[in-house]
């Protein structure tokens, strides 16, 4: 079996194959590294992949909760048509700050919003419809925000959420590990839920083991 050394280095040859040195998302890693964000932002071939998702689907209306510093939001927001609409729902005031920075330098500030709030109570205040929604805030709140983008998404819209293994977490998700009880209850949802079709693309690179998960709301 391969090693964790191996899986980074065919990751780093995947993300420079497809997804190499953009000066943009380089500067947004550099500015959320010096505001002391955590360095938890999606990889560059998870930023392609969710990009791409968008883009499959042609979505014009994307909601994401959990925006850190918008290198996501960035890749989101570059999937979007001249008209589209991307809002962004962070907590941290000063992850705020850095999110609306990245956004007006990658140009995304017309069409891209940052909310400050909590995640379920601005989801609540949404109205439908979002056309994809990119879960990526606190784990244990997954189940409750699966609710409200169950209600937002359109009949055919994609729900993604990341951080759904967490190194195998999610199998014995212990009592003292809330992320992994919300991960995997979510999962749960997910599998079990008669308006969605789902999967889980299990991931593992330099940003060590983990997992995407992918729903689609059916028609
Ligand atoms: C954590 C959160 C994330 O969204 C992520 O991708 C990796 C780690 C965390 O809170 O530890
Ligand atoms: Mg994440």
Known sequence: MADGRLFEDVDTYINSLFAGPDAVLDRAIERSAKAGLPD????PGQGKLIYMLAKMIGASRILEVGTLGGYSTVWLGRALPEDGELVSVELE???VQ????????????????VIEG???????????????????????????YLRQALRLTRPGGLIAADNVVREGAVLQPSKVDPNAIGAAAFNQALASHPQLEAIILQQVGIKGHDGLAVARVKD
Do not use: W
């Open 118 to 144: 909590r995640g379920l109570d601005e989801m609540a205040a949404l109205d439908p419809y979002f056309d994809m929604v990119f879960l990526d805030a606190n784990k244990d709140g997954y189940p409750a």
């Open 98 to 113: 850095i999110a609306r920075e990245t956004l007006k330098d990658a140009g995304l500030s017309r069409l891209c919003q």
């Open 93 to 95: 005031s000063s992850h």
């Open 40 to 43: 938890i932002q999606l990889t």
